[in-house]
């Protein structure tokens, strides 16, 4: 429970490792992916069961193919693609999108390199996907389409970490290169070049407002950027060892939030 910090439940199935957790935007469901390569979605909206909870639909996504997980949410306006998806990355420089209504198989987004793709993200409006990984580029496909839209490559090592705005249109990246980059989605186009900690930028998000980026580092430090002066503005130190992820507070469809808290 985010406002009293108290465990309110325990989800399992399996004794393998878990690499990505995701929860969908009523709050309603949680994604796992596990290095038993499967893709698990589980019921959260009945707390009292949590701890004997089995999953509501399990996806066998194949070697290695389940390393992170994204929920994708979109309008589906008639086309052949079901509007709620799981997509779900690949050690070959693919993204794989799954049913989530029975976890058939729908499409691959192809990025054309064979890279472990260890970071993924999916805009808020369910439009578009944007992956990274080994290799300093990052991809942003359309959903609908399963067309690439725009490749950034303004890094220079492996990527770690992508992120939307809440409006969809900026991206967020963080790299091995100790950089933080903004890029407008729209337009194809790079924004500015965080700089500031001292190692490998494992993680980087968007605060709802657009106002704020939160990053965390293998420095240990967790650091809060003002968008508007592209400068850093906070410094946090409470940490001692490698920050891997941030993450902000966001509103659920049922739940409004004024004032996010940060969780590193």
Known sequence: ??????????????????????????????????????????????????????????????????????????????????????????????????????????????????????????????????????????????????????TFSGHSDNVRSVSFSADSSLLVTASDDKQIQLHDVRHGSPVTTLLGHHGWVLTAEMHPSGAYIASGSVDTKVKIWDVAQRACVETHSQHSQAVWGVAWQRSSDDVPITRPMLAS
Request: hydrophobic residues 35%; contains cysteine; charged residues 25%.
């Open 1 to 150: 429970d985010a406002q009293n910090g108290e465990c309110v439940g325990k989800l399992k199935d399996g004794n393998y490792a878990i690499t990505s957790v995701d929860v969908n935007r009523q709050g309603t469901r949680a994604l796992t992916s596990s290095m038993d390569n499967t893709l698990r979605v589980w019921d959260i909206g009945t707390r009292k069961s949590l701890n004997d909870a089995k999953p509501l639909l399990s996806i066998n996504a194949g070697p290695i193919n389940a390393w992170k997980s994204r929920f994708v949410s979109r309008k589906g306006d008639g086309d052949d693609v079901p509007a709620d998806l799981i997509a779900s990355s690949t050690d070959s420089g693919m993204i794989k999108l799954w049913s989530l209504e029975d976890g058939s198989a729908v499409r691959e987004l192809n990025t054309s390199r064979p890279n472990f793709m260890y970071a993924l993200a999916v805009s808020p409006d369910g439009t578009k996907i944007a992956c990274a990984g080994a290799g300093s580029h990052v991809y942003v496909f359309d959903t609908e389409a399963g067309m690439l839209l725009c």
